[in-house]
């Protein structure tokens, strides 16, 4: 259900921004200071800010500072700090909005927070970077694989999902008169909650009454 996630709608409107989604589509990548983030999407560096700010609030990215390579002050860098999947599915006879947290290993960072800028990558040799390159790459793209199968599977399970629910509606609005007994049953037929048929006609004998 759409209501369950208080969440869902205030997600949604933060994503509902280009320039929102650009700023969380680069920060997948590695952490980054505002004015990294501004000359990269071509956003000026006030809107960024305000950006960054709404993103933060919602608990989507974190900032923390870091010292940098220059003689400067520290930096103030933001990285994701949630992991999210949001999955909504529309058809003729049902909709259904969920988000659900992911969770993840925990974030290490050393104590000065690490010097992004200068971090030194321990693996020396061409051939053990190419290598591990490739490992990832192949694992990624059997992740990837398996996940549009069922994403495939899901959108199979929606299809007859809606031709049941499709049926079903027709005998009920040619059963029922009454509006509301109807709203009843339509939301009894998407509810996790168990409800038998004497339970049904005691909520709309009541309402008759």
Do not use: C
Request: hydrophobic share 35%; glycine share 4%.
């Amino acid at each position: 259900m759409s209501h369950d996630n208080p969440e869902i709608g205030e997600f949604l409107d933060l994503l509902g921004n280009n320039t929102r989604r650009r700023i969380l589509e680069s920060l997948t990548n590695e952490p980054k200071y505002f004015i990294q983030l501004s000359k990269e999407i071509g956003v000026s560096q006030q809107a960024v800010l305000k950006h960054l700010f709404l993103l933060e609030n919602f608990g989507l990215i974190e900032s923390f500072k870091a010292k940098s390579n220059l003689a400067a002050p520290d930096r103030k860098y933001f990285q994701l700090n949630r992991s999210v999947y949001l999955s909504i599915g529309i058809t003729g006879n049902s909709m259904e909005i969920k988000m659900e947290n992911i969770k993840g290993p925990n974030k290490i960072r050393s104590k000065n927070n690490m010097a992004i800028e200068s971090k030194e990558v321990s693996i020396k040799k061409d051939k053990e970077i190419t290598d591990i390159l490739k490992n990832t790459k192949h694992k990624l793209e059997l992740l990837a694989k398996r996940m549009q199968e069922l994403e495939d599977e899901k959108i199979h399970l929606l299809k007859e999902k809606q031709q049941i629910l499709e049926i079903t509606h027709q005998v009920i609005r040619e059963s029922l008169k009454e509006d509301l007994a109807r709203r009843i049953l339509y939301s009894n037929l998407i509810s996790r909650e168990i409800t038998d048929i004497e339970e049904l006609s005691e909520i709309l004998n009541t309402r008759e009454k």
